[in-house]
């Protein structure tokens, strides 16, 4: 089983549409998440720090689920603009203090149509 | 503020080159990341600098050399590189390797594209 999973996609998606993406993490001690966003031949820009329960921005709301390990974006009335790849990302914990890191899923690449 | 720059923009090298990549952030972040990542695949870690120490190396080859000189800046010296080290060279940093309250939140560079030839 892969460490992070993500749906690779592609979703194409009219604008004004909801879309949601999931992710799975396998390390049920991780302690952060993180949505990014990565632009063609851009680097990774952070959509969204995932804590607790979860969280709401605007348009963007992601949630934590614990138990089933699992985090999730929802985008509402999606923008031309929302076109990009999703990148889920977990802090994973290692065995020993200072080998925590990020991990990063495959990404979702999402395209929103006019 | 948080940018993190990094230089150049773009590198062509030939396998018996010898260059360096340059990193540098004013955030006061004590955490660096050097990553390098392929086309349509994420981001692959290859090292970190925790207070500008070495915390991590994922068996990178010994032909990629990292040097963290002072808590601003980070440097990837490149040596007899191969083909397939064609990639995005990312660098990031974060306020720790590992904090409470978001220290952890790593920020990327725009990145080096670096094709061997």
């Known amino acids: 089983r892969k460490e992070v999973e993500q749906d690779p996609g592609p979703f194409n998606v009219p604008e004004g549409a909801t879309v949601a993406f999931n992710c799975t993490y396998s390390n049920s001690a991780s302690q952060s998440f993180f949505w990014y966003r990565q632009d063609c031949r851009k680097e990774p820009k952070l959509l969204m720090s995932?804590?607790?329960s979860g969280n709401e921005d605007g348009r963007f709301t992601a949630q934590l689920n614990r138990a089933s390990q699992y985090i999730s974006l929802l985008i509402r009335d999606s923008k031309l603009s929302d076109s990009a790849t999703y990148l889920c990302v977990v802090n994973m914990r290692g065995p020993n203090f200072g080998n925590e890191k990020l991990t990063f899923g495959t990404g979702t690449r999402l395209t929103i149509i006019p | 503020d948080t940018e993190v720059t990094q230089t150049p923009k773009h590198l062509v090298m030939g396998m018996t080159n010898k260059k360096s990549l340059k990193c540098e952030q004013h955030?006061?972040?004590?955490?660096m990341y050097w990553y390098k990542q392929k086309a349509k695949k994420p981001p692959e870690l290859m090292f970190v600098y925790s207070y500008e120490k070495l915390s991590i190396n994922e068996s990178v080859p010994s032909r990629f050399s990292p040097e963290c000189p002072n808590s601003s800046l980070l440097n990837l010296h490149l040596h007899a590189l191969q083909p397939e080290d064609s990639a995005l060279y990312l660098c990031?940093?974060?306020?720790?390797?590992?904090?409470?309250?978001?220290?952890?939140?790593?920020?990327f560079g725009p990145g080096t594209r670096l094709l061997v030839l």
């Open positions: 990031a940093s974060s306020q720790a390797v590992f904090a409470a309250d978001g220290g952890e939140t790593q920020y």
């Open positions: 955030m006061g972040h004590r955490a």
């Open positions: 995932v804590y607790s």
